[in-house]
């Protein structure tokens, strides 16, 4: 069964960037034909996709936030990487880890349970 | 605001039927791409409803369905049960520049 886990701080200072982990189990990155990302999530507000990565490297960014986001795989450990720069209240969420379909509805068929990043000082 | 348009909330007696609207553009639900379903319950990820405009993942009631129509979509839910009340994202693909993965804002169910 396919597992994915969230890891990073929990407490980010504005202007400073944040490096989230997700790791994977019981499947590989490297799968055909599925992609990799982050939604994530404001309190209290609905799902916002940030990006993802597909198998072959390729990586697609919400244009809101495109200037502003890193996503990468290491498939020698199976892990999942989000950096997102010049960080301001508005960044503060529960940041989802997920896998995805491309067409014809880029479904997401797998969460992790999110972790939650309050940027403050 | 969110590219496809949901209403933030509807209600529903136990053992009524409920249905959610969710509206887009040419340019994703229009444009012949898939809509899904998503609900979260509080405190919990989102979890996969319905698939492919119509499909229901294995351990889905039957009591939830789905369809589409030009440039909307709808999730019914019938034999409305306490456990329904939850939040319910539409999602689809966008061939635009909003993005690749777009949701709706969101419908709070509330069940009376």
């Known amino acids: 069964q396919l597992q994915l886990q969230e890891s990073g701080p929990g407490l980010v200072k504005p202007s400073e960037t944040l490096s989230l982990t997700c790791t994977v189990s019981?499947?590989?990155?490297?799968?055909?034909?599925?992609?990799w990302g982050w939604i994530r999530q404001p309190p209290g507000k609905g799902l916002e996709w940030i990006g993802s990565?597909?198998?072959?490297?390729?990586?697609y960014y919400n244009p809101s936030l495109k200037s502003r986001v890193t996503i990468s795989g290491d498939t020698s450990k199976n892990q999942l990487f989000l950096r997102l720069s010049s960080l301001t209240a508005a960044d503060t969420a529960l940041y989802y880890c997920?896998?995805?379909?491309?067409?014809?509805?880029?479904?997401?068929?797998?969460w992790g349970q999110g972790t939650l990043v309050t940027v403050s000082s | 605001q969110s590219v496809l348009t949901q209403p933030p909330s509807v209600s529903g007696a136990p053992g009524q039927r409920v249905t959610i609207s969710c509206t887009g553009s040419?340019?994703?639900?229009?444009?012949?791409?898939?809509v899904q379903w998503y609900q979260q319950l509080p405190g919990a990820a989102p979890k996969l409803l319905i698939f492919?405009?119509?499909n229901r993942p294995s351990g889905v009631p039957d009591r939830f369905s789905g369809s589409k129509s030009g440039t909307s979509a709808s999730l019914a839910i019938t034999g409305l049960q306490a456990e329904d009340e939850a939040i319910y994202y539409c999602?689809?693909?966008?061939?635009?520049?909003?993005?690749?993965?777009?949701f709706g804002g969101g419908t709070r169910l509330t069940v009376l």
């Open positions: 997920v896998r995805h379909e491309y067409l014809p509805g880029a479904t997401v068929d797998s």
């Open positions: 019981g499947g590989s990155i490297s799968h055909y034909s599925r992609f």
């Open positions: 990565v597909y198998y072959t490297g390729s990586t």
């Open positions: 040419s340019s994703n639900i229009g444009g012949g791409y898939d």
């Open positions: 492919g405009d119509v």
């Open positions: 999602q689809s693909y966008d061939s635009g520049l909003t993005g690749f993965v777009i």
